[in-house]
C-alpha cells in the first residue's frame, strides 16, 4: 500500500474562539480519502481520489498507509469520516 496517500476533505473554515489567536480559523476535515501517488514522486499525491474526486484542494494527511496485513489504510480518530467509496476500492 505504499502507493497510496490518504487524504481530507476539508470542511468550510469555522471561526475558533480561543484566547489568544482570534480571527483564526480552522478548516475541520468532512471526508477522509485515498488517493494514488503521482507517477514518479511517491510522496506527492495524485490528481484525483479513488473515488474520483480533486485532490488539488485537499490536505495531505502525515500518516502513510499501514504496511501491515489487516490494518486500516486511515487514522483511527477519522474512522467515522471514512469515505466509502475509496474503502470499497481499498479493500480489493
Given at each position: 500500500m505504499s502507493d497510496i496517500v490518504v487524504v481530507y476533505e476539508l470542511d468550510k473554515p469555522v471561526a475558533t474562539r480561543s484566547p489568544g489567536s482570534p480571527g483564526?480559523?480552522?478548516?475541520?476535515?468532512?471526508?477522509?480519502?485515498?488517493?494514488?501517488?503521482?507517477?514518479?514522486t511517491p510522496t506527492r499525491t495524485g490528481?484525483?481520489?479513488?473515488?474520483?474526486?480533486?485532490?488539488f484542494?485537499?490536505?495531505?494527511?502525515r500518516r502513510r498507509p499501514s504496511e501491515r496485513r489487516g490494518a486500516p489504510w486511515y487514522?483511527?480518530?477519522y474512522a467515522s469520516l471514512v469515505c466509502p467509496d475509496c474503502e470499497a476500492v481499498m479493500e480489493i
Amino acid at each position: 500500500m505504499s502507493d497510496i496517500v490518504v487524504v481530507y476533505e476539508l470542511d468550510k473554515p469555522v471561526a475558533t474562539r480561543s484566547p489568544g489567536s482570534p480571527g483564526d480559523e480552522e478548516r475541520p476535515v468532512r471526508r477522509v480519502h485515498a488517493a494514488p501517488t503521482a507517477p514518479g514522486t511517491p510522496t506527492r499525491t495524485g490528481p484525483r481520489t479513488l473515488c474520483g474526486k480533486d485532490t488539488f484542494v485537499m490536505a495531505t494527511a502525515r500518516r502513510r498507509p499501514s504496511e501491515r496485513r489487516g490494518a486500516p489504510w486511515y487514522p483511527d480518530e477519522y474512522a467515522s469520516l471514512v469515505c466509502p467509496d475509496c474503502e470499497a476500492v481499498m479493500e480489493i
